[in-house]
């Protein structure tokens, strides 16, 4: 596994998530909360059996260029992750979610977290419904992070005493007429950096019945940054056949 370690870099949770389970105390949450889950496609997502899509960071200033690329079963909880160790050969790791405690120690304390930070980016909205335990306010009319103008602020905070990767995490997210993410802000609930981040929610692409943003630019701490999905693509129900997002 030394392989699989030298892979990971320090980024592996660099605009960190909560991985939080539904609990007895979930909040009365506003209508909005399932409206955006399902703009992105929430009534159709068990028609998808596969999903997979490279994440991709980077950070010019600090010279980071970091790519991992996950297929996703969903109804399985199969995760197959692939990238290259730092002399660029090349790393491929499977495993079952639900499996995760007898997992290798560095599947564990790496690559799943790893899974859940990129998969928080790649399906936000999702979580944001199933999260039952985040605290979700609304808002009209605020003013955009990095563009001109204002949109309907939809914020989504984590309580720190339920635990997971980053407690007490915000992500605020600004919506379009459209319904769709235009902007959003994530603020760290602990004291790890980035402590600030926003960017653009922009390249929408199809997944099949998925509505995903691959492309998101803006600042962490002041500091240019940059994360996309490349080779997006997912298999439906019944089917053998990858097809590309479009």
């Known amino acids: 596994m030394t392989k699989l370690r030298r892979s990971m870099t320090m980024c592996w949770l660099f605009f960190g998530v909560l991985l939080l389970a539904v609990t007895s105390r979930a909040q009365t949450r506003p209508p909005i909360v399932e409206q955006l889950a399902k703009t992105y496609g929430l009534d159709s997502f068990g028609q998808l059996d596969a999903i997979r899509y490279t994440f991709n960071l980077e950070l010019p200033d600090l010279k980071v260029n970091l790519s991992r690329t996950w297929t996703w079963e969903p109804k399985t909880g199969q995760v197959t992750y692939e990238s290259k160790d730092k002399d660029g050969k090349p790393v491929k790791v499977s495993y079952v979610r639900s499996q995760i405690s007898s997992a290798p120690a560095n ?38 992070p990095l563009g001109k103008g204002s949109a309907k602020l939809v914020s989504v905070k984590y309580p720190p005493e339920v635990g997971g990767y980053t407690p007490g ?15 959003f802000t994530y603020h760290r609930g602990g004291p790890k950096k980035p402590s600030l981040l926003s960017t653009t929610w922009a390249g929408y692409k199809k997944a099949g019945p998925l509505l995903v943003s691959t492309d998101h630019r803006g600042v962490a701490d002041g500091k240019a940054a940059r994360i996309f999905f490349s080779n997006v693509a997912f298999k439906l129900a019944g089917s053998d056949k990858w097809t590309d997002a479009q």
């Open 107 to 144: 599947v564990k304390d790496e690559v799943e977290p790893a899974f859940v930070n990129d998969n928080y980016w790649f399906i936000f909205p999702f979580h944001a419904y199933w999260d039952t335990s985040a605290i979700v306010t609304v808002k009209d009319m605020q003013k955009l």
């Open 169 to 183: 995490d915000t992500w605020d997210l600004f919506l379009g007429s459209d319904g769709r993410v235009k902007e």
